[in-house]
């Protein structure tokens, strides 16, 4: 059994950072890539960022320059530090884990964590 578990969301006003964290636990072999998506209220979840275990990132557009991830492997965290946010910014933000649980590969999802910018 693995479980994310994400930490860290809250209502900040524009221009305001955050910082998500998730943890995942349970029967891990090794994790390939980590990262975090989000879902606006009638829009469809989209990709935020993610990061490899040799430290490859990929940005969203949207948030390239403002966010940044970041992993602790030995750990099986993974970080999001927001910065600059915007009102568009909230959503319901998910950890994301691609990973092998024994010899079984899968992907794992948190259960979310809310961020809302609003002044």
């Known amino acids: 059994q693995v479980q994310l578990v994400e930490s860290g969301g809250g209502l900040v006003q524009p221009g305001e950072s955050l910082r998500l964290s998730c943890a995942a636990s349970g029967s891990i072999y090794i994790i390939n890539l980590m990262g975090w998506y989000r879902q606006a209220p009638g829009k469809q979840r989209e990709l935020v960022a993610t990061?490899?275990?040799?430290?490859?990132?990929n940005y969203a557009e949207s948030v390239e320059g403002r966010f940044t991830i970041s992993r602790v492997n030995a750990r099986n965290t993974v970080y999001l530090e927001m910065n600059s946010l915007k009102p568009e910014d909230t959503a319901v933000y998910y950890c994301?884990?691609?990973?092998?649980?024994?010899?079984?590969?899968?992907?794992?999802w948190g259960q979310g964590t809310q961020v809302t910018v609003s002044s």
């Open positions: 990061m490899s275990t040799s430290g490859r990132t």
């Open positions: 994301n884990a691609e990973l092998f649980s024994g010899p079984d590969r899968g992907t794992y």
